[in-house]
């Protein structure tokens, strides 16, 4: 069992706010230099980068539209560039595009699935031959308690959850014995931009009766990423404030 | 740079990959097969990621099917630089 290497770089998709922005900054603080993908949040992401460079880490912001396999490539030769060896990758950028099923357009429905799960993939794949090569990899994708569970209205949103939880599971399979882990987490309802407009009597359905913080998150993101979880592979660890017990 | 320099430079990159992946060396050989290296298909997706970027030559899965010994992918190797 091999330990993460000095100069391991690590991505972040949609690490400009909320759960993203919260997770680069867990994962400066274990060590990790970190690659802040972003697509339109440029200003929020050179600052985060540039916090994280004051206080000695190494970070930089990368703009990248993940819908584009060329910018999926572009953004990863980048990090690895600038940063060093990319052994690390948490897949967090994500959309909603809400509506009744009977109600949702194609493009409403391509656009989900194509940032929230086909660019995931695209990047696991690009990110799996260093790290196989390596012998260690730490892979952590941003799902949701929506798919596993329905939440009405969000059919596209719960089918590229539910996706990604099911590529969780096989990729973790896949690499397991070279040293490479791929783990989710299920957030819940998180205080951030994404969440704004959705009522205050979902906090209801919370045992906990409060929303998380992107923070709760991107701590469970840090000890997924950590050489602590290396036998942790192919699980989902829901951050919910007990909704899905 | 001649064929049979190639040959030996490619050898040498199959057979160190082949160890990476935990084969016994004292086992690989031309004639090995991939099943009695205990090399699975997960080892020759990532033989084939490593031969892609050090000689350029890219494996489809219906090429990777038909290779059985060490002998076939360093031949097909060559054959496709």
């Known amino acids: 069992m091999s330990g993460r290497p000095d100069n391991a770089a690590i991505i972040v998709t949609g690490a400009a706010r909320g759960i993203g922005a919260a997770s680069v900054q867990e994962l400066a603080a274990d060590g990790w230099a970190v690659a802040v993908l972003h697509r339109n949040g440029r200003g929020d992401a050179e600052t985060l980068a540039q916090q994280i460079v004051d206080a000695g880490g190494r970070a930089i912001p990368i703009r990248a539209d993940l819908r584009e396999p060329a910018e999926v490539e572009q953004a990863f030769e980048a990090a690895q560039q600038e940063l060093g060896p990319v052994l690390g990758l948490v897949n967090n950028a994500g959309v909603r595009a809400d509506n009744l099923a009977l109600s949702i357009s194609d493009e409403d429905w391509q656009l989900v699935l194509d940032t929230n799960l086909s660019a995931a993939f695209r990047l696991t794949r690009r990110a799996m031959r260093g790290m196989l090569r390596a012998r260690f990899g730490r892979i952590v994708n941003v799902a949701s308690v929506v798919g596993p569970r329905a939440n009405p209205g969000q059919a596209n949103y719960a089918a590229s959850k539910a996706g990604l939880i099911g590529m969780t599971k ?23 931009e994404m969440t704004k407009d959705v009522p205050p009597e979902v906090l209801e359905a919370v045992p906990a009766r409060r929303a998380g913080q992107p923070q709760e998150v991107a701590a469970c993101v840090r000890f997924l990423a950590s050489d602590a979880a290396a036998y942790v592979t192919g699980t989902t660890l829901y951050v919910d404030g007990g909704m899905s017990a | 740079m001649s064929t049979t320099t190639d040959t030996a430079q490619v050898e040498q990159t199959v057979y160190k990959s082949l160890e990476t992946f935990g084969a016994d060396p004292s086992e690989i ?18 033989l084939s990621q490593i031969v892609e970027d050090e000689y350029g030559v890219k494996f489809k899965s219906s090429d990777v099917e038909n290779l059985k010994t060490v002998g076939d992918a360093i031949d097909f190797i060559v054959a496709n630089k």
């Open chain 1, 170 to 192: 096989t990729v973790a399979a896949e690499v397991a014995r070279k040293g490479v882990t791929v783990n989710a987490v299920a957030p819940g309802f998180i205080a951030t």
């Open chain 2, 29 to 46: 050989n031309r004639d090995a097969s991939f099943e009695a290296l205990d090399v699975d298909s997960l080892d020759l997706a990532e």
